[in-house]
C-alpha cells in the first residue's frame, strides 16, 4: 500500500508539475480570451489591415476595401467609445460607436446599435489585436475578425494569428481579405 500511495502521489505529482509548466509557457493571448485585458491597452489609433466576415455581400466586395482606421478611447463611465473611417460610396465615411462593459469577462456591446459583442480574442500588447464583434443589423446577423495594427503593415506574427483565427471561427477564404494600401481614409482620424 505504502507503494501504491508514494508511486501515485509521485506520478501526479509530475503530472501536475507538467501541466502547470504547460500552462506558464501558453502565449500571452490567451489571457485575453480568459477576459483578464486591460482595456487601456487596446486604446489609442489602429489601422485596419485585414477582415474575416459573413456579412452578406462581402466576398463580392472585398477586394475593393481599403485599410480603415479606428481610434478607441475609454469614457468615463468605462464604456470603449471607438471611431472609425472607412472608404464607403460618396468617399471616406466616419462613425462613432459606443460599447458598453457586459458583467461577465472582458467582453462590451451595444445592442441598440446592433452590436451584439465585441472582444479581443489576442494580442501582443503593443503592435496588433485581433478583435471579434458579433453584429445585428435589421435582419441580418453576422460576425467579423479584424486585424487591428499599430502600423500601416502587419507583422508575420499578427498575420498568421489573424488566419488562425478566423480559419478556428470557421471563416472560409472567400470570407477573408487583406484590405487594399490605399490609407486615405484611415489617415483621416489617424493623423
Known sequence: MVCWGMWASGRM???????LLALASMPRAQAV???RLDPKQL??????????????GFAVEKDVRDI????????????LKVLSSRRGLE??????????????GWVFENPALGVLEYRVLGTNFRDYAIIFTQLEFGDEAFNTVE???RSETASQEALGLFSKWSEGLGFLS??????RKD??????ILQ
Open 13 to 19: 505529482g509530475r503530472l501536475l508539475l507538467a501541466l
Open 91 to 104: 468617399g471616406c465615411n466616419q462613425n462613432v460607436v459606443e460599447l458598453l462593459k457586459r458583467d461577465s
Open 33 to 35: 480570451w480568459l477576459g
Open 68 to 79: 480603415e482606421g479606428v481610434v478607441v478611447t475609454l469614457t468615463p463611465g468605462n464604456s
Open 174 to 179: 472567400q470570407q477573408q481579405a487583406q484590405l
Open 183 to 188: 490609407l486615405t481614409c484611415a489617415r483621416r
Open 43 to 56: 486604446l489609442g489609433p489602429w489601422y485596419v489591415l485585414a477582415v474575416a466576415s459573413r456579412e452578406r
Open 147 to 149: 486585424l487591428y495594427s
